[in-house]
T-cell receptor
Framework: DSGVTQTPKHLITATGQRVTLRCSPR?????VYWYQQSLDQGLQFLIQ???????AKGNILERFSAQQFPDLHSELNLSSLELGDSALYFC??????????????FGPGTRLLVL | AQKITQTQPGMFVQEKEAVTLDCTYD???????LFWYKQPSSGEMIFLIY??????QNATEGRYSLNFQKARKSANLVISASQLGDSAMYFC????????FGTGTSLTVIP
């Protein structure tokens, strides 16, 4: 158990809908990262928040947004869902802003299926 | 930008034998970190081992060791005394401005 929690574990929804994925980092960790893992794209970095502020952005679509709250939990919002958004979404956390030596610990993931 | 290459899509190993999973990387950063993660069929990503670019010695964590050859830009994972529970996908990653993951190697341990 990494100490990172994600809810829900599974989510089934329809195209065009909007969903919110939630993540709580390990106790004491200030950074939260979101990743998307799909069969054709592999593991893709989406976005990082550090202590409530957006820190880095990866391959995140405009239909997706995220935020980190004062209690450091984070939410990833996915809107206007398409079939291709079906994937495993991971949240990870690390202690600080994320230097080269900083390990990221992953949550169990949310498996999203868009029908 | 950084890049990770894992050239072995699938590997098989006999139980109790050692296995090496290959990973090569490309980066122009002088300071970087190399990580290995395990993803069993249940889906979670489990951190295994870390190697810093300035570390003089190869990292070890229990049955996991990292064969770090900086000049060749390789960071191979060695699993000793394989167990059935080691059957999983293994991902190599490099940390520069962000994490970049390889495409993974599927390891199957045969009884």
């Amino acid at each position: 158990d990494s100490g990172v929690t994600q809810t829900p574990k599974h989510l089934i929804t329809a195209t065009g809908q909007r969903v919110t994925l939630r993540c709580s980092p390990r106790s004491g960790d200030l950074s939260v990262y979101w990743y998307q893992q799909s069969l054709d794209q592999g593991l893709q970095f989406l976005i990082q928040y550090y202590n409530g502020e957006e820190r880095a952005k990866g391959n995140i679509l405009e239909r997706f947004s995220a935020q980190q709250f004062p209690d450091l939990h984070s939410e990833l919002n996915l809107s206007s869902l398409e079939l291709g958004d079906s994937a495993l979404y991971f949240c990870a956390s690390s202690e600080s802003v994320g230097g080269a030596q900083e390990t990221q610990y992953f949550g169990p993931g949310t498996r999203l299926l868009v029908l | 930008a950084q890049k990770i290459t894992q050239t072995q899509p699938g590997m098989f190993v006999q139980e109790k034998e050692a296995v090496t999973l290959d990973c090569t990387y490309d980066t122009s950063d002088p300071s970087y970190g190399l990580f290995w993660y395990k993803q069993p069929s249940s889906g979670e990503m489990i951190f295994l081992i870390y190697q810093g670019s300035y570390d003089q010695q190869n990292a070890t964590e229990g049955r996991y060791s990292l064969n770090f050859q900086k000049a060749r830009k390789s960071a191979n994972l060695v699993i000793s005394a394989s167990q059935l529970g080691d059957s999983a996908m293994y991902f190599c990653a490099i940390r520069g401005d962000q994490f970049y993951f390889g495409t993974g190697t599927s390891l199957t341990v045969i009884p």
